[in-house]
């Protein structure tokens, strides 16, 4: 089948789309003509993938074939959310889109008898499946299963083997496994504009008259609204009109302030197709709850006006803070928050010798700002600013429980402090609430960061041999977690991932311990609890 057209944009090697146009092997049968003339093939490459490739009969097919005027149509329609939004629907399940998507299709057996949540909860992951999953424009073509969704300051592409409806079974695309790629923004927007503007113009050539490809061109054209792009980045809704007037809500109580608002509302790297820096409210408000109330908008509000200062950050801070980008590799999810603790102990060159790590004393030093707030929600632990324009600070929520007892405010400021030097966002912003609905994985390396930091193991050690009980018992446990002052169920964990105690000793210790029992040992290496 020969090709009338094929456009090429990106770097194969990270990301590009390449499409194609031929003739209609079924001559516009049973179709729209302005659809008919849009037969084509498209290939998706990522990081040196090609997601389109694919098996059909006993041969292997490079590129998807379809009519491609509904996929162009989907990505014009869907372009500011598909860069620019973050949250996850319904809920924040796991790490990335495909994976939360495959696991909230539908919803739990607790609320299966209430039609009005059952209702609510298809609702809104429809929704948001419709914008950020390629198969929601094949219209009856075989597509890959690719979910693409903003990830803080990166584009998240993630992938996986599902089958759809109707996929024949000598059908099978190749990237067999799933997978996951975080990447700057403008390395996906600028090759998807030029093959989308160029694949726009020459559908326009071929159906000169068509309404519907003339609209199509002149939304690809006319898409350039910076606000409405930080409105999907705050993501304070499950739809548009949600998202949208929550987010001109949080505007308008920031307006309150003046001038001293700016900071917080002004936007790093800015570009006609995607914001590729970050606006500190959006950031912010990306990572509480959907439904958050104004009296919380005021107090996070207010409080990032507080913080910010023409002076910006101490070069105490600046010395040692860099953004270090969460892996993805297959090495145990903990190992990368107890790696940088590690390399945080030796800048400190830390006194092992004096039995607990002084976290409060640490941050001090680091001359960071420690609040107290009062929030009406209890699932907020602790929030995290810093940026050039603010002075860094770590605000802690005396609602969450566990900021009630010394040992949980102890890993919070830990915690906190891991995202103030190394979650930074582009230009050096951060804003994060750690809670529910902040990004799952760099809460959980915080979580491992903290542990190590509070207790390396010169200090475990230490802990250890001075106990009365075995460390292989429920009394050890806890007596240790009293001396190493952090929580027994994070001492727990962190003894098994240091290998102080066995597999089998961390899953009986566990279910003696905690009722009903947690039967987690499984997960023990990708989740510090806290």
């Not at 928050?337 to 004393?361: N, P, R």
Request: proline fraction near 6%; hydrophobic fraction near 40%; charge should be negative.
């Amino acid at each position: 089948m020969a090709v009338r057209w094929e456009r090429l944009a990106g770097d194969t090697s990270v990301f590009a789309l390449k499409m194609g146009f031929s003739d209609d092997p079924d001559d516009g049968r049973g179709i729209d003509p302005e659809v008919g003339v849009s037969w084509g093939s498209f290939q998706i490459w990522i990081e040196g993938r090609n997601l389109c490739s694919h098996k059909e009969d006993n041969g292997q097919v490079d590129s998807v074939h379809w009519y491609l005027l509904p996929l162009i149509e989907w990505l014009v329609h869907n372009w500011d959310p598909l860069l620019h939004e973050e949250r996850l629907p319904v809920q924040n399940e796991h790490e990335t889109g495909w994976e939360s998507l495959r696991s909230t299709r539908f919803p739990p057996p607790a609320i299966e008898n209430d039609d009005e949540k059952v209702s609510a909860w298809e609702s809104e992951w429809q929704r948001w499946w419709t914008r950020h999953a390629l198969r929601s424009a094949s219209e009856g073509g075989l597509f890959p299963d690719i979910v693409l969704r903003r990830f803080r300051d990166s584009v998240e592409v993630s992938w996986g083997p599902a089958r759809s409806a109707g996929m024949p079974d000598h059908f099978s695309f190749l990237e067999s496994v799933q997978g996951v790629s975080r990447l700057a923004p403008r390395k996906v927007a600028e090759p998807l504009h030029e093959v989308l503007s160029n694949a726009g113009d020459y559908l326009l050539s071929l159906a000169p008259e068509s309404s519907r490809i003339k609209k199509l061109i002149k939304s690809l054209q006319d898409s350039n609204s910076e606000d409405r792009r930080l409105m999907w980045l705050a993501g304070l809704g499950s739809d548009e009109g949600s998202v949208n007037s929550r987010w001109h809500g949080v505007k308008n109580i920031l307006s309150e302030f003046g001038p001293a608002s700016r900071p917080v509302l002004s936007i790093s790297a800015p570009s006609p197709l995607v914001i590729a820096g970050s606006c500190q409210a959006a950031l912010m408000f990306g990572s509480v709850a959907p439904d958050v109330g104004r009296e919380d908008i005021v107090i996070l509000a207010k409080t990032m006006v507080e913080l910010s200062s023409s002076d910006g950050e101490s070069e105490t801070v600046t010395k040692i803070c860099r953004p270090v980008a969460v892996s993805t590799l297959d090495s145990p999810a903990w190992s990368r928050g107890y790696e940088l603790a590690d390399s945080f102990h030796e800048h400190l060159t830390t006194d092992f010798t004096l039995g607990t790590v002084d976290i409060e004393e640490i941050i001090k030093n680091l001359d960071i700002e420690v609040i107290s707030l009062e929030l009406s929600v209890d699932n907020i632990r602790g929030i995290s600013i810093a940026g050039p324009h603010h002075r860094p600070a770590i605000a802690i929520n005396e609602r969450h429980d566990r900021n009630k007892h010394p040992f949980g405010r102890r890993f919070t400021l830990a915690h906190e402090l891991c995202h103030v030097l190394f979650d930074r966002e582009e230009g050096q912003r951060l804003a994060v609430a750690s809670g529910p609905w902040a990004p799952r994985d760099i809460e959980r390396r915080a979580n491992d960061f903290a542990a190590m930091l509070l207790m390396p193991p010169p200090l475990v050690q230490r802990a250890i041999s001075g106990l009365g009980s075995p460390i292989e018992t429920v009394p050890g446990v806890r007596e240790a977690a009293h001396v190493l002052q952090a929580g027994v169920r994070a001492v727990l964990h962190h003894l098994k991932n240091t290998g102080f105690i066995n597999d089998t000793d961390y899953e009986r210790i566990e279910n003696e311990m905690f009722d009903p029992p947690h039967h987690g040992s499984a997960h023990a290496d990708a989740l510090t609890p806290l």
